[in-house]
């Protein structure tokens, strides 16, 4: 052993273990001093977070509900004949079902995989009280969907609350009535291409912000402060009005019997039967959210920029280096911070935006999030909702891992 | 007022001013001549012109009027890249986002030179600052002197003829700014070049300088060699900003060629040599420099001036003893002896005689 | 777990309406002022019970995340036809037995005195409304459109349309408009080769079409002049003639009707005085009480039985509403059970529609 090892405290206690006592005591405080907002983050935040991935794997519509096949299920291996015993099971859960009222949550869930299945189940459990064996043919006699082996397979998938299906679903994938995972025809394959143009949109739109708002961090940090308190605050009104109320004032602006619309044909640069597009598509939700965005690139540029002095231009300029030189070599490699920053925040927050396109996009303008929305307000499918939630937070944690990589986020300056 | 001292004139402000607002000149009329190979110090406290004139020399700042030279050439409106003029910044403006060797290799690069000629250039420039191993550091793990150092170098490594340090020293601690000064020093002297060095540390300015342009309100007060500038200041200004200096007010009775006697507030006539004296009855300010006060009557050389004075405090200072004292109604008066063998220690309170000589005295224009 | 989620979503949004003793939700705008006046005011005075209304785009879903939570605030919720019915499924709502349900004036039951399809499991009809279209009378000066298909011609109608982005209830019309005649249009739908040829006519506008989400955005869209001709739920149309003179007209041809049905949420903390309010809305007298605040046809016949007036005292309803013999020559019921069934399919394959460029 070392000497430090037996080193001792005046009153004998080995001095590594005070050392560690007084650290702990230490450490119980600065616990005790954040554990307010621990709570409120875990509470708000990561509960949610993870409660959102479960529900997409979990769907306990059909395996709740039918009980006695899901028991069936595990006793019969895929393959086997769905014989009298199936539809005796069959008939006892359906009759369940009438008796809790839970047909149309069974059914709606089936519904999920086969399309037209929701009726089958609520319009069988009606009859289902009056059944009597031999329960085959007295099902098949309801519908002969019954006999339809996709729908056993679908309910075979279900009778497990833990599937993979939603994900399947949300990347425009299904399962065959074999059980493979094909991909869903073209004409219904919507999510893959939202994603995809949601984040050509979402990129689009941070160059934008950058480029605009680039110039006006400059001016920002390099005019007098008066003058600079005055800009501020233009920059920072869009964040004092309401979301709603800005994209609101858009379609004032954009619509085609719109304020900019009506001036171009006043100026007579468009003819009053031409006039512009510029609402419901997607140039509209650019135009829009660029807006919105930008001040989430000008304050992480503005502060970046405030902390370079001008003598490093000055400098390059002095070594021999043109104006332009100066600025792409010298200045704004040390923006980057800002530059990084700003992007980021504005890309990951154009990823998630919902109720700008949902009011300027039309069609093509949609994202990612609308889907999300939909199917949380109107389809009522929360588990297809937190599949494609869940997707989304694995792409934005992506780019923020490859921006990890490129940048550094250490480099990253908020303001 | 431009009195050259070596070599041909190389950088000329001819008639130059300068306003920032329309209204107030920042720098008025200003007419200066640095010839090659000279170290010029731009002196002065902030706000009296003398970076102004160094960032038109640059090519920041456009002059008002007049023309500013460069090798014959008027450069008023050159831009700065174009004028090849090495330059040192007071927070030392290395590219926090470049390496050493890239900061060093930034100034070659751009004039287009090829990579070996570039990495010789470098290395050796390193080399002269004795940086040959930070050549891969970035300026943010370095210290203050070392980036100093750097920053020197890559004003230098593209071989300018004229360097100009805005200054470069004023965030260094008080020994290593020593160090450094004598370092620039002698860099200017190996390498031959021409260097314009603003600073308002009068010491440092007396140290590194050929010539000192000192500056006040938009205008050069005196330029001079440092040694003149210390003891013929030409007018109070100068002689209060440079070095610490004794003021007796009072007014002028007698003037007589290089002698003139004034008559100070309490009444007591002493003689003086007049500096900038135009006539008899005119205000006056009195300079004594500290260091010539004496009170051993042995030390007093002959003819001096001997006025009673009484001892306020006594400060030890390790070399010298300072002492302020009272004397003809100020109370600010301060001799500075020397901490020799036989010096004597005076105590506060002690009331003796003091004395200097006429030439040490000089009567200057009042300062309004 | 799934209890857990909604609690924690739903716990904060909830005290607002924990006071009242009878929480109504319906669907704002005029439709849920309609409602105000027509139900709840009488309703609270009548019976000395506090009655409150609460809005929501579309109450069904946050009765359905209630229930499911087990926090339930509503006692009774406005629901569409198809909705009532999948969500009665469920087990989300309160069944309501008919026979309770106040009888007609001359004392016809009421399970008798409603009109078919108007009494449900779990729900009863407050009124019909229709998915009908409009446009504007000023954008053409010349000939008008009268049929479903000239809402579909841009080349003798020229302009923007505005249309609900749903397929419900456009589908329907696009085959309607293509030739499809009312009674086989769910029957050619249910074919793959029906569905496609609602896509293909919806195709030929899709450049054309504005699409609108709230009922109120229809009127809105007419009224900017952003589309010269609209879908849109009858009643707000109406609304915007009468009460802001807007120069609107409705085309009849090839509306889709459907009943709206008030319900109670299972476990509503107030269900036998919901059932009081139900059974007081639902009455005679109530449903006309509605009929005089939006053009919506009330359910029973004997609510039809004498003129009805709006309530600016000069505007003859009957001929307003989706119910009057004139405006049922070409008239088209929704169908609740292709609804429930392919409510899912057709979604995605919309959506998808919709996303294709």
């Given at each position: 052993?070392?000497?430090?090892?037996?080193?001792?405290?005046?009153?004998?206690?080995?001095?590594?273990a005070?050392?560690?006592?007084?650290?702990?005591?230490?450490?119980?405080?600065?616990?005790?001093?954040?554990?307010?907002l621990?709570?409120?983050?875990?509470?708000?935040?990561?509960?949610?977070?993870?409660?959102?991935?479960?529900?997409?794997?979990?769907?306990?519509?059909?395996?709740?509900?039918?009980?006695?096949?899901?028991?069936?299920?595990?006793?019969?291996?895929?393959?086997?004949?769905?014989?009298?015993?199936?539809?005796?099971?069959?008939?006892?859960?359906?009759?369940?079902?009438?008796?809790?009222?839970?047909?149309?949550?069974?059914?709606?869930?089936?519904?999920?995989?086969?399309?037209g299945?929701?009726?089958?189940?609520?319009?069988?459990?009606?009859?289902a009280?009056?059944?009597?064996?031999?329960?085959?043919?007295?099902?098949l006699?309801?519908?002969?969907?019954?006999?339809?082996?996709?729908?056993?397979?679908?309910?075979?998938?279900?009778?497990?609350?833990?599937?993979?299906?939603?994900?399947?679903?949300?990347?425009?994938?299904?399962?065959?009535?074999?059980?493979?995972i094909?991909?869903?025809?073209?004409?219904?394959?919507?999510?893959?291409?939202?994603?995809?143009?949601t984040?050509?949109?979402?990129?689009?739109?941070?160059?934008?912000?950058?480029?605009?708002?680039?110039?006006?961090?400059?001016?920002?940090?390099?005019?007098?402060?008066?003058?600079?308190?005055?800009?501020?605050?233009?920059?920072?009104?869009?964040?004092?009005?309401?979301?709603?109320?800005?994209?609101?004032?858009?379609?004032?602006?954009?619509?085609?019997?719109?304020?900019?619309?009506?001036?171009?044909?006043?100026?007579?640069?468009?003819?009053?039967?031409?006039?512009?597009?510029?609402?419901?598509?997607?140039?509209?939700?650019?135009?829009?959210?660029?807006?919105?965005?930008?001040?989430?690139?000008?304050?992480?540029?503005y502060?970046?920029?405030?902390?370079?002095?001008?003598?490093?231009?000055?400098?390059?300029?002095?070594?021999?280096?043109?104006?332009?030189?100066?600025?792409?070599?010298?200045?704004?490699?040390?923006t980057?911070?800002?530059?990084?920053a700003?992007?980021?925040?504005?890309?990951?927050?154009?990823?998630?935006?919902?109720?700008?396109?949902?009011?300027?996009?039309?069609?093509?303008?949609?994202?990612?999030?609308?889907?999300?929305?939909?199917?949380?307000?109107?389809?009522?499918?929360?588990?297809?909702?937190?599949?494609?939630?869940?997707?989304?937070?694995?792409?934005v944690?992506?780019?923020?891992?490859?921006?990890?990589?490129?940048?550094?986020?250490?480099?990253?300056?908020?303001? | 007022?431009?009195?050259?001292?070596?070599?041909?004139?190389?950088?000329?402000?001819?008639?130059?001013?300068?306003?920032?607002?329309?209204?107030?000149?920042?720098?008025?009329?200003?007419?200066?001549?640095?010839?090659?190979?000279?170290?010029?110090?731009?002196?002065?406290?902030?706000?009296?012109?003398?970076?102004?004139?160094?960032?038109?020399?640059?090519?920041?700042?456009?002059?008002?009027?007049?023309?500013?030279?460069?090798?014959?050439?008027?450069?008023?409106?050159?831009?700065?890249?174009?004028?090849?003029?090495?330059?040192?910044?007071?927070?030392?403006?290395?590219?926090?986002?470049?390496?050493?060797?890239?900061?060093?290799?930034?100034?070659?690069?751009?004039?287009?030179?090829?990579?070996a000629?570039r990495?010789?250039?470098?290395?050796?420039?390193?080399?002269?600052?004795?940086?040959?191993?930070?050549?891969?550091?970035?300026?943010?793990?370095?210290?203050?002197?070392?980036?100093?150092?750097?920053?020197?170098?890559?004003?230098?490594?593209?071989d300018?003829?004229?360097?100009?340090?805005?200054?470069?020293?004023?965030?260094?601690?008080?020994?290593?700014?020593?160090?450094?000064?004598?370092?620039i020093?002698?860099?200017?002297d190996?390498?031959?070049?021409?260097?314009v060095?603003?600073?308002?540390?009068q010491?440092?300015?007396?140290?590194?300088?050929?010539?000192?342009?000192?500056?006040?309100d938009?205008?050069?007060?005196?330029?001079?060699?440092?040694?003149e500038?210390?003891?013929?200041?030409?007018?109070?200004?100068?002689a209060?900003?440079?070095?610490?200096?004794?003021?007796?007010?009072?007014?002028?009775?007698?003037?007589?060629?290089?002698?003139?006697?004034?008559?100070?507030?309490?009444?007591?006539?002493?003689?003086?040599?007049?500096?900038?004296?135009?006539h008899?009855?005119?205000?006056?300010?009195?300079?004594?420099?500290?260091?010539?006060?004496?009170?051993?009557?042995?030390?007093?050389?002959?003819?001096?001036?001997?006025?009673?004075?009484?001892?306020?405090?006594?400060?030890?200072?390790?070399?010298?003893?300072?002492?302020?004292?009272?004397?003809?109604?100020?109370?600010?008066?301060?001799?500075?002896?020397?901490?020799?063998?036989?010096?004597?220690?005076?105590?506060?309170?002690?009331?003796?005689?003091?004395?200097?000589?006429?030439?040490?005295?000089?009567?200057?224009?009042?300062?309004? | 777990?799934?209890?857990?989620?909604?609690?924690?979503?739903?716990?904060?949004?909830?005290?607002?309406?924990?006071?009242?003793?009878?929480?109504?939700?319906?669907?704002?705008?005029?439709?849920?002022?309609?409602?105000?006046?027509?139900?709840?005011?009488?309703?609270?005075?009548?019976?000395?019970?506090?009655?409150t209304?609460?809005?929501?785009?579309?109450p069904?879903?946050?009765?359905?995340?209630?229930?499911?939570?087990?926090?339930?605030?509503?006692?009774?919720?406005?629901?569409?036809?198809?909705?009532?019915?999948?969500?009665?499924?469920?087990?989300?709502?309160?069944?309501?037995?008919?026979?309770?349900?106040?009888?007609?004036?001359?004392?016809?039951?009421?399970?008798?005195?409603?009109?078919?399809?108007?009494?449900?499991?779990?729900?009863?009809?407050?009124?019909?409304?229709?998915?009908?279209?409009?446009?504007?009378?000023?954008?053409?000066?010349?000939?008008?459109?009268?049929?479903?298909?000239?809402?579909?011609?841009?080349?003798?109608?020229?302009?923007?349309?505005?249309?609900?982005?749903?397929?419900?209830?456009?589908?329907?019309?696009?085959?309607?408009?293509?030739?499809?005649?009312?009674?086989?249009?769910?029957?050619?739908?249910?074919?793959?080769?029906?569905?496609?040829?609602?896509?293909?006519?919806?195709?030929t506008?899709?450049?054309?079409?504005v699409?609108?989400?709230?009922?109120?955005?229809?009127?809105?869209?007419?009224?900017?002049?952003?589309?010269?001709?609209?879908?849109?739920?009858?009643?707000?149309?109406?609304?915007?003639?009468?009460?802001?003179?807007?120069?609107?007209?409705?085309?009849?041809?090839?509306?889709?009707?459907?009943?709206?049905?008030?319900?109670?949420?299972?476990?509503?903390?107030?269900?036998?005085?919901?059932?009081?309010?139900?059974t007081?809305?639902?009455?005679?007298?109530?449903?006309?009480?509605s009929?005089?605040?939006?053009?919506?046809?009330?359910?029973?016949?004997?609510?039809?039985?004498?003129?009805?007036?709006?309530?600016?005292?000069?505007?003859?309803?009957?001929?307003?509403?989706?119910?009057?013999?004139?405006?049922?020559?070409?008239?088209?019921?929704?169908?609740?059970?292709?609804?429930?069934?392919?409510?899912?399919?057709?979604?995605?394959?919309?959506?998808?529609?919709?996303?294709?460029?």
């Amino acid at each position: 052993m070392t000497e430090t090892a037996s080193l001792t405290t005046s009153d004998g206690k080995p001095l590594k273990a005070a050392l560690a006592a007084s650290l702990a005591t230490r450490r119980k405080k600065a616990l005790l001093l954040v554990a307010p907002l621990l709570l409120f983050v875990l509470v708000t935040f990561i509960v949610p977070i993870g409660q959102m991935l479960f529900q997409s794997v979990h769907n306990d519509g059909f395996s709740s509900t039918a009980p006695t096949l899901q028991a069936w299920f595990k006793d019969h291996p895929e393959g086997s004949d769905i014989d009298e015993s199936a539809y005796a099971a069959l008939a006892a859960d359906l009759k369940q079902m009438k008796a809790d009222r839970t047909a149309g949550v069974a059914g709606t869930r089936i519904n999920y995989d086969i399309s037209g299945t929701q009726s089958l189940f609520t319009s069988t459990a009606r009859k289902a009280d009056t059944m009597k064996p031999p329960y085959k043919d007295a099902i098949l006699a309801t519908s002969d969907k019954w006999g339809d082996p996709n729908v056993w397979r679908a309910m075979r998938d279900a009778s497990s609350p833990y599937t993979i299906d939603f994900f399947l679903n949300a990347v425009d994938m299904t399962r065959a009535s074999d059980g493979h995972i094909v991909a869903v025809p073209s004409d219904q394959a919507v999510y893959k291409k939202l994603f995809w143009r949601t984040i050509v949109m979402s990129a689009e739109i941070t160059v934008l912000c950058l480029l605009l708002g680039f110039p006006i961090a400059f001016l920002l940090a390099n005019i007098p402060m008066r003058h600079a308190m005055l800009l501020m605050i233009l920059v920072l009104l869009p964040f004092w009005t309401s979301l709603l109320v800005r994209t609101t004032s858009w379609m004032v602006l954009l619509q085609q019997q719109g304020v900019i619309n009506d001036l171009l044909v006043w100026l007579g640069i468009i003819d009053n039967g031409h006039r512009l597009e510029m609402m419901y598509n997607e140039t509209g939700t650019i135009i829009a959210m660029t807006h919105i965005l930008l001040p989430f690139t000008i304050l992480p540029l503005y502060s970046v920029m405030k902390t370079i002095p001008p003598s490093y231009v000055r400098a390059a300029r002095s070594l021999g280096a043109t104006s332009w030189t100066a600025f792409r070599r010298v200045y704004l490699p040390q923006t980057l911070p800002g530059l990084g920053a700003g992007g980021l925040l504005v890309f990951i927050l154009a990823m998630g935006y919902y109720i700008t396109p949902a009011l300027v996009g039309g069609a093509d303008g949609q994202m990612i999030s609308n889907m999300i929305a939909f199917h949380m307000q109107k389809s009522l499918n929360w588990s297809l909702a937190a599949a494609l939630s869940t997707i989304l937070l694995v792409i934005v944690m992506i780019f923020f891992w490859i921006y990890d990589r490129i940048v550094g986020i250490d480099k990253m300056k908020l303001g | 007022m431009s009195t050259i001292q070596t070599g041909e004139p190389f950088v000329v402000f001819d008639h130059v001013q300068k306003s920032y607002d329309g209204e107030n000149l920042v720098v008025k009329d200003l007419n200066l001549s640095i010839g090659k190979g000279e170290f010029l110090t731009m002196l002065g406290p902030s706000g009296s012109g003398k970076t102004t004139c160094l960032m038109m020399l640059a090519g920041f700042e456009t002059a008002t009027r007049g023309q500013i030279l460069l090798n014959g050439v008027n450069i008023n409106e050159m831009p700065p890249h174009k004028r090849g003029i090495g330059m040192v910044f007071q927070n030392y403006a290395l590219f926090p986002h470049m390496t050493v060797a890239e900061n060093l290799s930034f100034p070659l690069e751009v004039r287009g030179m090829d990579k070996a000629e570039r990495e010789e250039k470098v290395t050796r420039a390193l080399d002269m600052v004795q940086m040959g191993k930070f050549a891969a550091r970035r300026p943010g793990q370095m210290s203050g002197g070392q980036c100093q150092r750097i920053a020197l170098a890559r004003a230098l490594v593209f071989d300018p003829e004229l360097v100009l340090m805005d200054e470069p020293l004023g965030a260094l601690d008080k020994q290593l700014r020593e160090h450094m000064q004598y370092e620039i020093k002698a860099l200017h002297d190996r390498l031959g070049i021409t260097v314009v060095y603003v600073t308002h540390d009068q010491g440092e300015a007396l140290t590194m300088s050929d010539r000192v342009a000192v500056f006040n309100d938009g205008r050069i007060q005196q330029l001079a060699p440092p040694d003149e500038l210390y003891e013929r200041p030409k007018n109070s200004f100068v002689a209060q900003f440079i070095g610490e200096n004794n003021k007796l007010p009072g007014t002028v009775e007698a003037l007589d060629g290089d002698h003139c006697t004034v008559r100070l507030q309490t009444g007591e006539l002493i003689t003086a040599t007049p500096v900038n004296i135009r006539h008899v009855g005119q205000e006056t300010l009195v300079s004594i420099r500290p260091e010539r006060v004496e009170h051993k009557s042995e030390m007093i050389p002959a003819g001096a001036y001997m006025i009673d004075a009484e001892v306020i405090e006594v400060i030890y200072m390790g070399d010298i003893f300072r002492t302020r004292m009272r004397v003809a109604g100020t109370e600010d008066f301060v001799m500075k002896s020397r901490n020799t063998m036989g010096q004597t220690r005076l105590a506060a309170g002690q009331k003796l005689k003091i004395g200097w000589h006429p030439a040490d005295a000089r009567a200057l224009d009042p300062i309004e | 777990m799934k209890k857990l989620i909604l609690t924690t979503a739903l716990t904060c949004c909830m005290g607002a309406a924990a006071q009242a003793d009878v929480v109504v939700m319906s669907w704002g705008g005029s439709y849920g002022k309609a409602q105000t006046e027509a139900y709840v005011k009488p309703f609270a005075e009548k019976f000395g019970i506090k009655t409150t209304m609460i809005d929501a785009d579309n109450p069904a879903t946050p009765i359905k995340a209630q229930v499911e939570a087990g926090n339930v605030s509503v006692d009774i919720a406005s629901l569409e036809y198809a909705d009532a019915v999948r969500m009665c499924d469920e087990g989300l709502l309160e069944p309501i037995d008919a026979s309770k349900l106040a009888p007609a004036p001359d004392g016809t039951p009421a399970t008798e005195d409603f009109l078919p399809g108007a009494l449900t499991d779990c729900g009863v009809s407050t009124d019909i409304w229709a998915n009908v279209y409009a446009y504007d009378s000023t954008k053409f000066p010349g000939e008008k459109p009268t049929t479903i298909a000239d809402f579909f011609d841009t080349k003798k109608f020229p302009g923007k349309r505005g249309v609900n982005k749903r397929p419900k209830a456009v589908l329907e019309i696009a085959l309607m408009a293509d030739g499809v005649p009312a009674a086989d249009v769910y029957k050619v739908l249910a074919t793959p080769e029906g569905l496609d040829r609602a896509f293909k006519k919806l195709d030929t506008i899709k450049k054309d079409i504005v699409w609108w989400e709230a009922g109120a955005q229809a009127p809105q869209l007419l009224a900017d002049g952003e589309v010269v001709m609209t879908t849109a739920y009858n009643g707000r149309i109406f609304n915007a003639v009468a009460d802001e003179h807007k120069p609107f007209v409705i085309v009849w041809d090839g509306q889709v009707y459907e009943n709206e049905m008030f319900a109670i949420p299972k476990g509503a903390p107030h269900a036998e005085d919901a059932m009081k309010f139900l059974t007081y809305s639902t009455s005679t007298e109530g449903l006309r009480r509605s009929a005089q605040w939006i053009s919506y046809g009330p359910a029973r016949k004997s609510a039809l039985k004498e003129d009805l007036l709006f309530h600016d005292g000069k505007t003859e309803m009957l001929p307003n509403l989706p119910t009057y013999p004139g405006n049922m020559k070409n008239a088209l019921e929704t169908s609740m059970e292709f609804w429930v069934d392919h409510q899912t399919e057709l979604s995605e394959r919309f959506n998808a529609w919709l996303a294709a460029n």
